[in-house]
Structures are given as structure tokens and as C-alpha cells.
């Protein structure tokens, strides 16, 4: 789970969104693109007594058919023990590890599916979703009823996160995630980055906590009900049965319900203020407010005319920002503080909006009522990197070309649009490419 805000003023709705996983129809797993790298400095727990390191650093034999994995297991053994990972739990979960082509395959190529806001919101909040998520309420109601009183994170926001993330333990994922992660660290594109949640995760497997063999999750080292990446886990997993284990893969969701609940709080969750509230903007409003820089009180907001979908002040839940996730031809919402405690889990504003919106359906509130622009599709990756190129060639600079629709590209789309008399709402769309071509 990100730690970071590297979409903190993101406003467009075409991002890159990993395809939908299980079979059709089935309340599946939705999550954004990849996460970032976490912040070193959070704040980490004591660790527990580690195994005794023993004197032997005699090189372990792996079993891989490519050799250049098996040069960088050797490598990276002598790193992992300089930091405290002891010889026999290397040894014993590198045994089985070969190299896992699939998961490369799959890291270079999610950045090439793309999902729209309102497809993503669609699944996200599906009837599937909301049902089982209210009968997953039922089933564990003294449970959450607890992790609710004892952290302060409403319960339904948990089962959200749960909802999305492994659509309430259905697809927890079955990749050996230390196979996974040396993979990607000997392969992959941020080699640093996996290494290091690598290290977290031997260190996890020495804490006694599980052991190799229960140790699965999702090909990009994501593990249990709720998602948790190996550093987060070690920053942050809590033992809420006190079985003297923080056990987030088995069938009981306890402890993984119980640690997202504890991160969420950790980083400010304030119980009782939504994440936001769905507004209605008069025709005359200035779409250039909506930025998250921009923060009013509701009664502010008011007093400019936006309102809730029924005509009334939003209540004074605190300052507040107006974001504009499709631009201005689709649905507005006033954010609030939570809104960045959500997005501590994830960075993308479709995630943010698809947990606060499920949590709100599970509560019993209405769907979304604006109309989104569906007739349009999101960009594709080859064609966010060609708008941020053409846009920086006509003068619109967006500090590099990532295909990635950040803050930059966003001021950049929102430049060049008020150059040409558009309206300023930094929507990257197919028909603003059009227009640049």
C-alpha cells in the first residue's frame, strides 16, 4: 500500500487501471495500477526476536534454469544476511524459487490496459459487491464492531478496502511472493524498489509470523485479504486475535481487517467525516477551483453555489476541496480530509473514489447521480505519452514524458485549453489528442 501522494492533484479520469481479475461476473479483485514505493521514514514498530543468525554464509544452491537469476540469488543472499536475514531462513525460501516469467510479463504489460472512471466505479460498486460486502457486515459484525471501536475507522470504509482489494477474501492471491518479488528485483523495472520488499519479506518470514509455503499474494507482492506489500506489513500489520501472530492470508479475517484499520487510523482517519460527498456546481462555477490545492469550508462552497445533490449545504465536515475526476462533463465531489487517508492506501483517485463510494452504498446511500461522458474511452498508454509530447512541442510543458496523467500534465492540459478557448477542467480525452494532432 503507497504511503505516498504521487496523484495528490490528479483530476483526469484516463489512468491506467489493471484488467478485472477472476472469471466474468464474478465479484472480482479492482485495483489501480501498481503501487509506489513507501516512505522510509513512517514510523515502524519494534521488531520481534529474530531468528539466531547462524556463522555459515556458504552460498545456498537454487535450482533455476537461468542463470543470470541464479548469479543475482547468490548476490543478493550476501545482501540479505549483511542485513540481518539469517542463513537457514534464506535458505529455506529460496529453495523451491525459480524464475517466474509471468510475472514480468505482467509487470510490462499493465501499463497498456486502461479502464475509465465510470467503468471502474461500475465494478467497483457493482450489485455483486454491494451485496456481498452487506452480507460480509453481517457475518463479521462483533468483529467489526470491535476493530471499529478500538481504531476509529468506520467499519464499513474496512469491508470497502477489503471489497476491493480481494473482493472479501475470494482472490487473495496464490503467487509465492518471495519467487515474485526476486523476480521482479533481478528483473523488473524498479529493481530497487522489490528488493527492498524482499528484505521486509524474509524479515517477515523470521519473525515467525507465517512461513514461506502461506506466504502467496498477487504477482506484484501484494499478500492476504487486504493487500498489505511486505514493508506496510511490517510498518503496520497488528495481531488483533493475539494468537502472537499477524496472520493476514488464512481463511480468518481478522488480523488483515484489523491492520487496514489500524493503517487507515495511523495516518489520520477522522471517524464520522466522508470521504466526500457527490455536489451539484453552478453553471457559472470556475472548473480552475476544482484543484486540491484549493481548500474552502462547505459553507464557503455553498456560498459560491455548489450544493449536494439535493439541493443542500454540504455540513461542516471541514475544509474541503472540489474534485473533478472526468472534467467538467462529468461527476463532482467535495473531498475531505479521509479522502488522503484513502489514497495512503492507494494514489489514484478512481481507487480513493471506488472505496468511499462502496462504503457509502454499504451504508445504504444512493449511487452516483451525474451522468459520466461515456461516450468517450480512456487513452491508451502509447497515446498519454504522444498527448504529453504534443503538448509539450505546442508550449505546454509537462515536465516529461512518463504517460503517466499527473499534476504536470494536468496543468499543462489546462494551459493549453484556455489558450484555445476550451474549458479549463485538465481532462486528458481522446478528442483534446484529436485537437493537438
Known sequence: MPVTRLLAAALAATMALTPLAGAAGLDSTVRPVARPMPIDASPRPEPRPAVTREASLEPVQIS????????????????????????????????????????ISRDRNQSEFTKTIWDYLDSAASATRIRNGRAALREHARLLDRIEARYGVDKEVVVAVWGLESAYGTYRGNTPIIEALATLAYDGRRGRFFEQQLIAALKILQSGDTDARHMTGSWAGAMGHTQFIP????????????????????????DALASTAAYLARFGWTKGQPWGVEVRLPRDFDVQLADRDVRRSPAQWAAMGVRDMNGRAVPDYGRASILLPAGARGAAFMIFDNFAVIERYNTADAYVIGVGHLSDRLKGGPAIQADWPRGDRALRFAERKELQERLTRAGFDTRGIDGKIGPNTIAAVRAYQRSVGLIPDGYASLDLLKRLR
Do not use: E, H, K, M
Not at 536475514?85 to 525460501?93: E, G, K, L, T
Open 64 to 103: 533455476t534454469a537461468n542463470r543470470g537469476f541464479q548469479r543475482w540469488i547468490q548476490d543478493f543472499r550476501a545482501r540479505a544476511l549483511a542485513q540481518g536475514i539469517s542463513v537457514r531462513v534464506f535458505d529455506r525460501a529460496f529453495s523451491d524459487v525459480r524464475y517466474n516469467a509471468d510475472v
Open 231 to 254: 514493508t506496510s506489513y511490517l510498518a503496520y500489520a497488528v495481531d488483533f486475535t493475539g494468537d502472537g501472530r499477524r496472520d493476514i492470508w488464512s481463511d480468518d479475517p481478522a
